[in-house]
């Protein structure tokens, strides 16, 4: 795990499909210091992205969100070692858990947190955006998301 740079933000695009919009939106908060957006890389490749930070109005908790890992590289175990540098840093800073939100259609990465001590904490809600894709198309996504909770003070490290 990286910190984002210049250099990774047509990477991003390409071998992650996200939108131009979506990667200029990240770069931007990462310089304001907003936020610090990771990079994970494999033998050299980009293989996933993760930002972090911590909100005001979740105090001791670090807020983990726009978890990516490239289509051909799921499933291997990526998405486990950058929650795993989640939670290092979180603990780095001294917080007592990570928070965040996540889409209930999204199976997958739901069964990924759970597997890895994550449980909701029954706050959930809709949720609508317009979505720029890598060709830059917009579409409107439209989800309810939960929100998923690990507090390392209840054994859960």
């Not at 740079?5 to 695009?13: K, W």
């Not at 955006?129 to 060709?135: H, Q, R, S």
Request: glycine content about 12%.
């Amino acid at each position: 795990m990286r910190p984002l740079e210049e250099r990774d933000l047509d990477p991003l695009s390409r071998d992650l499909g996200l939108g131009r919009d979506h990667i200029l939106q990240r770069w931007e908060e990462h310089l304001a210091a907003r936020d610090t957006m990771q990079i994970a890389e494999v033998g050299g490749r980009l293989a996933g992205s993760i930002c972090v930070e911590e909100r005001g109005e979740l105090p001791g908790l670090l807020y983990a969100f726009a978890l990516q890992i490239a289509p051909g590289l799921q499933n291997r175990g990526i998405g486990s070692a950058v929650m795993a540098w989640v939670e290092e840093e979180a603990a780095r800073r001294g917080l007592a858990g990570v928070i965040f939100w996540v889409a209930e259609e999204n199976t997958g990465a739901r069964r990924l947190y759970e597997r890895l001590g994550y449980e909701p904490d029954g706050l959930r809600f809709g949720k609508r955006w317009l979505c720029e894709g890598p060709d830059g198309e917009q579409r409107e996504v439209v989800e309810t998301v939960q929100r998923m909770l690990k507090r390392f003070d209840q054994g859960a490290r």
